[in-house]
């Protein structure tokens, strides 16, 4: 399993593998054309057709509308995208990465374990309506993609923005918790397809990251997750995954 990473501010895109910068390029793109109701999220493929498509194991794909810092990146990997959230000398686990008042020495005594990792959240709706989940994310989707049946990959973000499981993916054991099996398909592609509507980056700036566990890479790209446009509409359209020869990250300048 490997972290993978892209950040863009407008001005620079940046690669993180197991949250450490590989790459830093300016790009010629400052900012990005409006969202468009023809924009479709996908994650294993780059649109309906199922294009240059990821073929292997994915865990935990989140979205934000900013460009994390680097020091927010590097810790990712280990806290999930609750990871900018301080942790507290309080007793519980106010960044969700398993522990409590960890890294955290005084002369008092602290209030102990608490069992509650997301205490630093807020439980909401979630899109179904069927049940609620811990919104504990400045992310705009974060997929964990825990299942463990169904179809449906839950959005945490708070937001709703839940996708379905097409082709022949299903859940599986991921690299955090559950994760879902994208496997080569001859009908429908293997992919989850979220809201349409949504770039999930913002005008200017956006993070995207995921685990990956791929199969061996015949493409010459393969997408991991990004949103696509029709042929005549394609408004904020992005595209982030694994190349033949590394990363990739692809943001569309005009509409």
Known sequence: W???????????????????????????TTTM???????????????????????????????FERALSAAEVATLPGQGPNGDAPELCDGLDNDC?????????????????????????TTVCAGSQLGTICDDSSATLHWPLNGPTGVTATDHSGAGFDGVLEGNATFT???????????TSTGTPSRVTGPAGKSFFGSASGTVMAWIKPDTVTAEAAVVVGVHGTATTKGRTWAFGRHTKGLFIRIRTST
């Open 2 to 28: 490997v972290h993978v990473a892209a950040t863009w501010d407008g001005a620079r895109a940046k690669m993180y593998v197991d949250g450490v910068l590989v790459k830093d390029q300016a790009t010629v």
């Open 33 to 63: 054309p409006s969202d468009s109701g023809a924009n479709v999220l996908h994650i294993g493929g780059e649109d309906a057709a199922g294009n240059n498509a990821f073929n292997g194991l994915l865990d935990d794909v989140v979205v």
């Open 97 to 121: 990465d398993g522990v409590a008042d960890e890294g955290l020495v005084t002369g008092t005594q602290c209030d102990g374990i608490d069992a509650n990792l997301c205490t630093a959240g």
């Open 173 to 183: 054991t991921g690299k955090v918790s559950g994760g879902i099996s994208l496997p």
